[in-house]
């Protein structure tokens, strides 16, 4: 199950890169908040959606390696920024997977929170004058501590 997991997210890494290409070139790119806070949600987690429904994978162990996965990009920039953003975004794509699993409307669910997410960040952001560096794995950690708050996971994933 774990195989396929990757595989998914890898895939979902690909397709969602390919969706987002394909919106900038058709209609240019839009404004970084409009792309931030639903653009890339969206592309992301149905992306996931379709890998995991191609590769029999599930919710939960696909966010934790598309976390990885797009952690691992941003710690490769290797300042104190990169790698508080490689932690936030493993913590709370396994969140999003954990909450989309536990749920008959995941889909839904999933982009509902990342689109939350990100919009919470860049309101923090505004709001504290300056991207804070501890803000995203913060709030990441408390979405995926949330996230093991129910019984109706199975399996532990």
């Known amino acids: 199950m774990a195989l396929r997991a990757v595989a998914a997210a890898l895939l979902a890494f690909a397709l969602s890169l390919g969706a ?3 919106v900038f070139t058709l209609i240019g790119p839009p404004s970084e908040v409009a792309l931030d806070a639903l653009g890339a949600p969206v592309a992301e987690e149905v992306a996931k959606r379709l890998a995991m429904l191609w590769l029999g994978a599930g919710w939960g162990l696909t966010g934790l390696a598309f976390g990885v996965l797009e952690g691992a990009l941003k710690i490769a920039e290797w300042h104190a920024a990169g790698v ?4 936030a975004s493993v913590m709370q794509h396994w969140a999003y997977g954990r909450f989309a699993e536990a749920s008959r409307h995941g ?22 004058g ?6 995203a794995p913060v709030l990441a950690g408390l979405l995926l501590l949330a996230s093991f708050g129910t019984n109706r996971f199975t399996r532990g994933r």
């Not at 889909?107 to 504290?128: D, K, R």
């Open 107 to 128: 889909l839904w669910l999933a982009i509902g929170l990342h689109a939350g997410f990100n919009t919470t960040m860049i309101l923090g952001s505004l709001a504290l």
């Open 20 to 22: 987002e290409l394909a």
């Open 130 to 135: 300056s991207p804070a560096v501890w803000f």
């Open 84 to 87: 508080a953003g490689g932690a």
